[in-house]
């Protein structure tokens, strides 16, 4: 049996993202989310080892600013992404979505996204 590498609690999430690097500015969607980083759906093609400003946007408020580094990427399907910055906020409402959406998950087994219910709220 293989031992999961991650240490923080993810959530599946449907959440539009845009993103920056040094030459292009994206967007896709978040599939995968926890307080240390993420998974982006993104035909793009980004080099692992890039930092990137990721702004995610939660349903019914502001978006949510991160600092990341691209860990690897899967050619025509997506990148991971792990959270190397942000300020206190954004760590806090990122918290708060994660939780959220872990909580609600759990409650609603439809494809609505759980943030969707807690942000309409």
Not at 12 to 29: A, F, I, M, N, P
Request: proline content about 4%; overall charge negative.
């Amino acid at each position: 049996m293989s031992k999961e590498r991650r240490k923080a609690e993810r959530v599946k999430v449907d959440l539009r993202v845009y993103w920056e690097g040094s030459l292009t500015q994206l967007e896709g969607s978040i599939v995968d989310l926890s307080i240390t980083g993420c998974f982006i759906l993104s035909d793009d093609r980004l080099r692992v080892g890039e930092l990137i400003r990721v702004e995610i946007q939660p349903p019914k408020q502001g978006p949510l600013h991160v600092w990341g580094e691209v860990i690897y990427q899967i050619p025509e399907m997506g990148f991971a992404v792990h959270f190397t910055g942000a300020d206190d906020d954004d760590l806090k409402r990122l918290g708060w979505l994660i939780k959220a959406e872990l909580h609600l998950s759990k409650k609603t087994p439809s494809k609505q996204s759980a943030a969707d219910e807690y942000f309409m709220s």
